[in-house]
C-alpha cells in the first residue's frame, strides 16, 4: 500500500515547537495534508503520543509513537515504535539519562503535556531539549532492542547530525533507515546514501509544515491487513534484509 507519511513531527512539549502543536491540530493538519502515517517525534519524551493517537482512533490517520532522541555527542536520532508500551519503555531509558536540568519555559518555552481534549494537563519540568549522556550506538541499539527502529535525523544539517557531528555514517547493522531534512534534494540523498532507506520528514515545529514533504512509502500488507504501525516499523526494521 503506497502511502504519504511525515514521520517526525513535534508537538507542544517540545520547547522549541508552537503551542499550536496541540493532539487535535497535528492529527486534523495530518489529515488535511492526505497524510496516511506519522510520527509524534518530541525531543527526548513520547509524553504527548498517547493524546495524538487516541485523537486519531476515530480517523485513518495512522499515528506512531517515537520520539527524537539526542545522544551524548548531540545527534538526533528519531526513534520510532509500533506501540505505545514500547515507547514509554525507551522514555524512561531516556529520562533516566537526562541532565538535572530544569526547563525555563519564560526563555527556553513551555514543555505542555496535553490530553485528547487539547487540554493542558501538565508541564514536564525537566529541561528536554538537551542531550543524554547516551551514546548515539546505544540509542540506536536500545530503539532495536525495544522492537522500534532508530533513524538518524536531518542528516543534511550542519548541526546535530550524526554526519555533522561524527564525520561519518558509522556501519551498524541497526541502522536501515536515515532522514534527511525538508530543505534537502532527496535523489540527490537518496542515491549517496543507496543502501538505507532514505526518508524525507518534514521535522515540524508548526502547522503550516506538516506534510511538506510529500514523500511516500510502499508498505507490503497481507490480504485483508490494515495498514498500521506496526506494518509500517516491520517494513523499516527488515528494509536492508529485503534488499540483502
Ligand atoms: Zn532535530
Ligand atoms: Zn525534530
Not at 2 to 23: G, Q, R, V, W
Not at 46 to 63: F, W, Y
Not at 115 to 135: K, M, N, Q, R
Request: glycine residues 4%.
Amino acid at each position: 500500500m503506497k502511502i504519504n507519511y511525515d514521520f517526525h513531527i513535534h508537538t507542544a512539549l517540545s520547547p522549541c515547537a508552537l503551542d499550536e502543536m496541540t493532539p487535535n491540530n497535528v492529527v486534523n493538519m495530518s489529515i488535511i495534508s492526505e497524510l496516511d502515517a506519522i510520527a509524534v517525534a518530541d525531543h527526548n519524551s513520547c509524553g504527548n503520543a498517547k493524546a495524538v493517537m487516541t485523537v486519531a482512533e476515530s480517523t485513518d490517520l495512522i499515528v506512531i509513537p517515537g520520539m527524537e532522541v539526542e545522544s551524548r555527542e548531540e545527534i538526533h536520532v528519531v526513534c520510532l515504535f509500533s506501540d505505545l508500551d514500547k515507547a514509554e519503555s525507551m522514555q524512561e531509558f531516556v529520562y533516566s539519562n537526562l541532565p538535572m536540568l530544569k526547563n525555563k519555559p519564560k526563555v527556553l518555552g513551555h514543555q505542555r503535556l496535553m490530553d485528547e481534549e487539547d487540554e493542558i494537563v501538565g508541564e514536564e519540568e525537566s529541561l528536554l531539549s538537551f542531550a543524554t549522556s547516551i551514546t548515539f550506538e546505544d540509542v540506536v541499539s536500545k530503539a532495536w532492542e525495544l522492537g522500534g527502529i532508530a533513524v538518524p535525523a536531518h542528516i543534511d544539517r550542519p548541526s546535530y547530525s550524526v554526519i555533522s557531528n561524527l564525520g561519518i555514517l558509522p556501519p551498524d547493522e541497526l541502522l536501515k533507515c536515515l532522514e534527511i531534512s525538508q530543505y534537502a534534494e532527496y535523489e540527490e540523498f537518496d542515491k549517496r546514501y543507496s543502501e538505507y532507506l532514505m526518508l524525507q520528514s518534514s521535522d515540524s515545529h508548526e502547522l503550516g509544515f506538516i506534510g511538506i514533504c510529500r514523500q511516500t512509502l510502499d508498505i507490503p500488507l497481507a490480504v485483508d491487513e490494515k495498514l498500521s504501525a506496526k506494518a509500517i516499523i516491520d517494513y523499516l526494521r527488515n528494509y536492508r534484509m529485503r534488499n540483502d
